[in-house]
């Protein structure tokens, strides 16, 4: 018979975030090298992955996604019918999984099964996040200290995706085991150095001219780092800057010339564009170790992030281009200073690609990041006979 998991998350994997990527990659690898049978939750504000195996059930919840729409932040908010809904879904499953503690669904997700006996095991992906109303910062740093320490102090099993934020939490958690670092992996087999470039006319004429191709991927929201992109985008014209993914900020809005904004690329159509850039450039803070700096290691592209990215992954660091996030127009003006100094000095961002694309072949796999989860799911005790059943 196969073990059953029910697995909570704030968006599918439509909705291109990396929390619901990695969310997706782990249930489809579950179900097909370890047997498990995956029901997972969430809203139904995107449509749903139609990449998935039969043996994951994706149960779309109602929910109110205004919180993102009006403020870019994403927390949507269940019904009282999808309460009810997961209420009735968690006393049949051998494990809870939630990716993040925080978020609406997850929370009560947690109280479900702990009212059930369920075991639960929650992976935390992001820390702090330094928002730049105070109200967000205040609110989120509470949400932390309270609802987050109850949820990962409880859980049968967290697992952190950084040390950093692993560090971060464990000043004020009291965990009921050891935390686990598991860092996630990559699909090297859509993420490698050996494939095709974009096939864009302005990538060409920009590679024929000497200018050089920078590349952000991501949600085009404020943690992000938009407001910096936009000033490196205005302080370095002459390089072109390519953007893609969407999101509440549009930076087409920005009428920058050399700004181009690309949509809708996801897997192989953006490994083309990792492949085709000289550097990703991403000035984002409060993610842990974002996805995407993986993806694009993984293709041979060297990267730019800030000081608190490098730190979720310390081992890599050396190949990575590191410098400090500020305030947005200091931080602009200091990143645009180091990227114009690495033509000035002559340093060859072509000649990082080799060790950065081989570090992430030997350090990210997703067969043993998928067989480490099936450990741990394992190793979690049986449901205890405690269950109260909706009647």
Known sequence: MRQRLVLVTHYFSTHRGGVEKVAAELAHRLTEANGWEVKWLASDSDPLPLDLPAAVNLLPMSAWNVTER???????????GALRRLWREIPHANVVHLHEALYFGNAFAAL?????????????HVGTIPYRSRLLRFIHALANRTLGQLLLSTAQQVVFISPAVCEEFSRFCNYRSPPSYIPNGVDTAVFSPHGPVADDPEIVATRKSGRRVFLFVGRFVEKKGLRTL??????LPDDLWLLAGHGPIDPALWKLPNVRVVRGQSGAGLADYFRAADLLVLPSVGEGF???VQ?????????MVGTETAAGCPD??????????????ASATRWARRLAGLRADGEDLAGLRPAVARFA???WSWTRTSARYAELLASLPVPSARKNRWP
Not at 70 to 80: A, E, M, Q, T, Y
Not at 112 to 124: D, E, K, R
Not at 316 to 329: C, F, H, K, N, T
């Open 295 to 303: 993806e694009a290691m993984a293709c041979g592209t060297p990267v």
């Open 316 to 329: 890599a660091r050396s190949l990575m281009i590191v410098e400090g996030i500020g305030p947005d127009d």
């Open 290 to 292: 974002p996805l995407v």
């Open 112 to 124: 479900f099964a702990w009212l059930h006996g369920i075991p639960i095991i929650v992976t935390q």
């Open 361 to 363: 072949r030997e350090n």
């Open 230 to 235: 936009h000033g490196l985008a205005s302080l």
């Open 70 to 80: 009006r403020l870019g932040v994403p927390w949507p908010i269940w019904s009282f």
